[in-house]
């Protein structure tokens, strides 16, 4: 459950989230009302070190062609099942074309400079080439 608590000020309004066991509904004077959940975010920083951490030299190895795909791959992943459920959505569409064009690009080029990099980075992420 999320509890909603409104600050009312002449010249601010601010809304805060959080949990509690009960529903309490916000004053009727109300009329702006900001919901802020960050459990919603799919992709927060700690996830981005994690995948950075992972297939690339450091947690902070955002350059890495390897770090790159992974994190590509990643998004690819999540925009798919989103679109599995909103199959009407054609900007989403749109973007999880152009972001497995630029995955392939980067994987072409890690496959003409260092081609061991590559077949380990499809390994480990099990994409098919």
Known sequence: MLKIITLHDKRLEKSVVEP????TFAPAFMHKTIFINKSSMYLDQAKKQEIFGQYGKSNSDTGSAESQIALF???ISHLT???K???KDYNTERSLTML???RRRLLDYLYDRDI???RAIIKALGLRR
Do not use: F
């Not at 509690?20 to 529903?23: H, L």
């Open 73 to 75: 791959s990643y998004r």
């Open 81 to 83: 099942e989103h679109l």
């Open 116 to 118: 061991e990099r590559y």
């Open 20 to 23: 509690i066991k009960s529903v």
């Open 85 to 87: 459920k909103n199959r």
């Open 100 to 102: 497995v064009g630029k």
